[in-house]
C-alpha cells in the first residue's frame, strides 16, 4: 500500500527519496510525490502514474531535508492533485499512510476557518490543521503534538516544517514507521526495504510513538507524552533480496525460491525424527498441553493458509478449529471456546484488518495469541504472545507465492506440535517429520513442470471465467490458485469444493469454460473422478494437476506431478498453480508484479 520516505543529511537527498520510493513500488501505488526544504523553501513536485513519470520531472537539487511518497487511492481518485506530498500554504509539507476517520469533520471545520482544499483527500486535513494549530503561536514540536491529539484513525506520519529545517516530524498509529540510522544523517521509510541502500540499521516506532529525527539524534514519545528510546536493530537483509536475480519478474524469482525458503522456515523446527521443543519459546510445549480450540483469523491468501491448517489441526490433533477472514471477525459477536489458541497470520505482519481483529480481542478464553509472520520485526510480533516465523525473505511480488507456502509448511509444524504436546494417541511423530524434510525436494521437482504448465497457460488467454475443483486440503488451494488467477491475469476465477458442482456451478460450464481440478492421490480421488466426469460430460476444458495416472477423457490436459505424500500434497500442489496464474498473465501482458487496483501490504481497514 502507500509508501513514506524521509531522509535528513549533510549530502543532497533528493535521490535518496527517489531511490526509496522505487524500492516501494512493489506495494502497489498510482501516483508519487517529492518535497525537499532548501533554506526556508519548500518545492514539491508530483505525478500521476510511476515514480519514473516523476523522476522525469526531477531538476537538480541539493536540498538536504526531503519526504516522498506513494500514495495507493483512498479517498479521492488517483491524480496529481490528489498525490501526496499535501501541503497548507508554503509551511507545512507531509506525507501520510492509512486513513483519517473523522477527516470530515475535520474539513468543515478548516474550510469554515477559510482553509481551501485543493484535493479529494483525507490527508490534506492534516497540513491545513498543522497551519490552523501554528496561528495559535505553539512551537514545533508541541504543534505536532497537537494535531495528533485531534486527529483519530491509522496513521503513519511524516512532516517537514519551513521554519524549522533542521526536523522530520514523525508518527505512527496503526500503520508502520521505521526509522533508519545513519552517521550524521538519518532516514524515514514505511518499510525497511525503502532505505536498505542507505542504512542497514532500524529502529521500529511502536504504537502511538511520534518524535523528531535530526541529523544526529532521534527523540521519542510515547502517546502518553513519556520520553522513550526504542532498540535499534541491524538488519542482515542484503540487496539480492530486492533484486530480481536475472528472471523477468519478481514472483517469477520468488516461486523458484519456494524450495529454499520452506528449507529455511523448518531449520530449528525439526530433529532428524522428532519436532524439536521450545519452538514458540520457553514454556510453549507445557502451555500446547493445555490448548483445547484453536481460532485462525486472516487475510486473503493467508486465511487460505488457515483453512488448510484447520485440516491439519482437526485431524492430527483432534481438536475444534475455527477459521475467519479478519475483515468480518472484529465487527460480529464471537464466542470463543475456552483455552483457545488464538492464531493471527500475516505475512507482513501489519495487514490492518488483522491487527484491529487483535487489538479488539475479547481474551476471556483465550490462552494465548500466536502470530505466523514473515517479519520478526512487526508489529503482529510485538503484540502477540508467541511467535511463529517463517523464513522466506522479502516478498516483493503483490501477488503471494513463498509467503503462502512458507506460511502452509509452519502450520503443519505447529499441528504436530500441538499433537505432540497433548500426547495424541496414533500420532506419528517421525513420519510427520520426514514428510516435512522431502518438501524442499518435492518443490523442486514441482518447479521442473514449468514448461507443461506454460503450454497449457495458451489455453486461457481468451478466457474471461475459470472454476477450479478440489477435495479436502485440496480446496483451499484451489480457492488459492483462483485467486491467483484473478490477481495477475485479471480473469473472473472461483473455487468450489468439487462435491458442490451439481448444486449450482455446473450450470456455468461448457465448450469455453476451463475447469482446473487439484487431484492428489489420496483418499479422495475416486470421488473427484467423478465430479470431474460430470464436467466432461457437459464438454468443459479439463485441465487436471495430478501425481499419479488420471483416467479421463482425452482431451482433458494433465500436468504429472512426483509421487507426493498426501498429507503435503497441498504445499506441493499450490506450485504449478502459482505458475500456471504466472504464465497466463505474461501471455495477456498484465503487470505480474504489481496487479491494478492492489497492494502488497494492506494498512488500511
Given at each position: ?494 473455487a468450489y469444493p468439487a462435491g458442490e458442482l451439481k448444486h449450482g456451478p455446473l450450470a456455468l460450464v461448457d465448450e469455453s469454460m476451463p475447469v482446473v481440478a487439484v487431484a492428489p492421490n489420496d483418499a479422495l480421488i475416486e470421488k473427484l473422478q467423478s465430479n470431474l466426469s460430470e464436467v466432461r460430460a457437459r464438454g468443459g476444458q479439463l485441465i487436471v494437476f495430478a501425481d499419479h495416472a488420471v483416467t479421463l477423457h482425452e482431451s482433458a490436459r494433465t500436468c504429472v ?45
Amino acid at each position: 500500500m502507500c509508501g513514506i520516505v524521509g531522509a535528513i543529511s549533510e549530502r543532497s537527498v533528493q535521490a535518496i527519496l527517489i531511490e526509496g520510493l522505487k524500492r516501494l513500488e512493489y506495494r502497489g501505488y498510482d501516483s508519487a510525490g517529492i518535497a525537499t526544504l532548501k533554506g526556508t523553501q519548500i518545492s514539491r513536485l508530483r505525478a500521476q502514474g510511476k515514480v519514473a513519470e516523476l523522476e522525469h520531472k526531477l531538476t537538480p537539487n541539493t536540498a538536504r531535508i526531503g519526504i516522498a511518497h506513494t500514495r495507493w487511492a483512498t479517498h479521492g481518485v488517483p491524480s496529481e492533485a490528489n498525490a501526496h506530498p499535501h501541503m497548507s500554504g508554503e509551511r507545512f509539507a507531509v506525507v501520510h499512510n492509512g486513513i483519517i476517520e473523522n477527516h470530515g469533520a475535520l474539513r468543515e471545520e478548516l474550510q469554515s476557518a477559510g482553509y481551501v482544499f485543493t484535493s479529494d483527500t483525507d490527508t490534506e486535513v492534516v497540513a491545513h490543521l498543522l497551519a490552523h494549530l501554528a496561528a495559535t503561536g505553539l512551537p514545533m514540536p508541541a504543534l505536532f503534538r497537537g494535531v495528533l491529539d485531534r486527529i483519530q484513525g491509522a496513521y503513519a506520519l511524516c512532516v517537514i516544517d519551513q521554519t524549522t529545517p533542521e526536523s522530520l516530524y514523525v508518527a505512527r498509529e496503526g500503520s508502520p514507521l521505521v526509522i533508519g540510522v545513519g552517521l550524521g544523517e538519518h532516514f524515514v521509510g514505511s518499510d525497511q526495504l525503502a532505505l536498505t541502500h542507505v542504512t542497514d540499521r532500524f529502529i521500529y516506532l511502536d504504537e502511538g510513538d511520534w518524535g523528531v529525527v535530526r541529523r544526529e539524534s532521534v527523540s521519542l514519545w510515547t502517546s502518553s507524552g513519556e520520553s522513550v528510546d526504542r532498540p535499534t536493530k541491524q538488519s542482515t537483509l542484503g540487496a539480492e533480496a530486492v533484486s530480481k536475480g536475472g528472471y523477468r519478474h519478481f514472483m517469477a524469482k520468488e516461486i523458484h525460491e519456494q524450495p529454499r525458503a520452506v528449507q529455511d522456515s523448518l531449520r530449528s523446527k525439526l530433529g532428524k525424527t522428532q519436532l524439536l521443543s521450545g519452538v514458540l519459546g520457553p514454556d510453549s510445549d507445557a502451555l500446547l498441553a493445555e490448548v483445547a480450540a484453536v481460532q485462525i483469523v486472516a487475510c486473503g491468501t493467508s486465511y487460505h493458509a488457515g483453512l488448510v491448517a484447520r485440516y491439519w489441526i482437526e485431524s492430527l490433533v483432534g481438536i475444534p478449529c475455527q477459521v475467519e477472514i479478519a475483515s468480518e471477525y472484529r465487527y460480529r459477536d464471537v464466542v470463543t471456546l475456552p483455552k483457545t489458541l488464538w492464531i493471527a497470520i500475516s505475512q507482513s505482519g501489519e495487514t490492518a484488518d488483522v491487527l484491529a481483529a487483535l487489538r479488539h480481542l475479547d481474551r476471556q478464553h483465550v490462552l494465548a495469541t500466536l502470530a505466523v509472520c514473515n517479519v520478526a520485526t512487526s508489529s503482529l510480533i510485538r503484540e502477540t504472545d508467541l511467535a511463529l516465523l517463517t523464513d522466506a525473505g522479502p516478498e516483493i511480488g503483490v501477488a503471494s507465492t513463498k509467503a503462502f507456502t512458507t506460511q502452509l509448511t509452519v502450520l503443519l509444524v505447529l499441528a504436530g506440535l500441538l499433537a505432540k504436546a497433548k500426547g495424541v494417541a496414533g500420532f506419528d511423530e517421525a513420519g510427520l517429520v520426514s514428510d516435512l524434510q522431502k518438501l524442499p525436494d518435492l518443490l523442486g521437482q514441482a518447479l521442473a513442470s514449468e514448461a507443461v504448465v506454460a503450454s497449457m497457460a495458451e489455453l486461457f488467454v481468451d478466457k474471461q471465467h475459470t472454476l477450479f475443483l478440489g477435495r479436502g486440503t485440496m480446496n483451499p488451494i484451489a480457492m488459492e490458485g483462483a485467486l491467483k488467477l484473478k490477481e495477475l491475469s485479471y480473469i473472473h476465477a472461483e473455487a468450489y469444493p468439487a462435491g458442490e458442482l451439481k448444486h449450482g456451478p455446473l450450470a456455468l460450464v461448457d465448450e469455453s469454460m476451463p475447469v482446473v481440478a487439484v487431484a492428489p492421490n489420496d483418499a479422495l480421488i475416486e470421488k473427484l473422478q467423478s465430479n470431474l466426469s460430470e464436467v466432461r460430460a457437459r464438454g468443459g476444458q479439463l485441465i487436471v494437476f495430478a501425481d499419479h495416472a488420471v483416467t479421463l477423457h482425452e482431451s482433458a490436459r494433465t500436468c504429472v506431478l512426483p509421487a507426493v505424500p498426501p498429507r503435503i500434497a497441498s504445499i506441493v500442489f499450490t506450485v504449478p498453480l502459482q505458475l500456471l496464474s504466472y504464465h497466463v498473465a505474461v501471455l495477456r501482458g498484465t503487470d505480474v508484479d504489481q496487479p491494478r487496483n492492489l497492494a502488497k501490504s494492506v494498512t488500511v481497514e
